[in-house]
């Protein structure tokens, strides 16, 4: 079974802090992502990454950056967090077809 | 670009029943992929199934079941005899090889299964 697990299920941060969310999969997939979900706005993609050391924007990437040194894990970057970055971070991994694995999700709530 | 609705924000069943969630999608793409996704309160989103647009078949796995036709752009999903354990929001998602497999998500049905 594909296995995505990520650092925390549960965050609670400073605004102004830097904080980091790791992701990390076992099926040695290429691509990983990286979304926020808030009610009402759905699933949105921040980044993504098609290869060790490559990463792409998504849809809304500002105020965030990504890290991938290895394959396996994809790391997600708030360099200040702010109030308005409290959500909830889904990381994911896609297998041959585009079907994307998802991880349990970290609850950040920046005060 | 693509586009999936998913016109059904929040259906409420009684357990039992059985419950359709509806699925529109729009493509220019002739290959391309179709998903579901189950997301319980826990949070975790769960695939449950993939499609490719060539493969028209319907598909059953015990209690859920999946109409694709391709005349309509839809991919509903069925759950048959409905339990509480099913509630939870349900997504459906597209992706195409020219999207660089990037999926595009619907906005997502919620179901509430009450005993």
């Known amino acids: 079974d594909v296995k995505v697990t990520q650092s925390s299920r549960y965050l609670v941060k400073r605004t102004g802090e830097k904080v980091f969310l790791e992701c990390v999969q076992d099926?040695?997939?290429?691509?990983m992502f990286w979304y926020r979900q808030d009610p009402g706005l759905g699933l949105r993609l921040i980044y993504f990454s098609y290869d060790v050391k490559m990463k792409e924007k998504g849809d809304i990437p500002e105020g965030y950056s990504v890290s991938r040194e290895k394959k396996e894990r994809f790391s997600l970057i708030l360099e200040s967090a702010s109030t308005n970055q409290t959500s909830m971070y889904l990381c994911?991994?896609?297998?041959?077809?585009?079907?994307?694995?998802f991880g349990p999700g970290t609850r950040l709530t920046v005060t | 670009a693509q586009k999936v609705t998913q016109a059904q924000t929040e259906i409420s069943v009684v357990e039992k029943e059985d419950v359709t969630l509806d699925c529109v999608y729009e493509?220019?793409?002739?290959?391309?992929?179709l998903f579901w996704y189950k997301q319980p309160p826990s949070g975790e989103l769960v695939f449950l199934i993939r499609?490719?647009?060539?493969?028209?078949q319907n598909e059953i796995s015990g209690r859920y079941s999946w109409n694709f036709q391709k005349s309509t752009s839809s991919f509903n999903f069925t759950i048959t005899a409905s339990q509480v354990v099913d509630s939870a929001v349900y997504f459906c998602a597209l992706s195409t090889n020219n999207a660089g497999n990037m999926l595009t998500f619907g906005g997502g049905t919620r179901l509430m299964v009450k005993p």
């Open positions: 099926m040695d997939h290429e691509n």
């Open positions: 994911a991994s896609s297998g041959r077809f585009g079907e994307q694995y």
């Open positions: 499609r490719n647009s060539f493969d028209e």
């Open positions: 493509t220019r793409d002739t290959t391309y992929y």
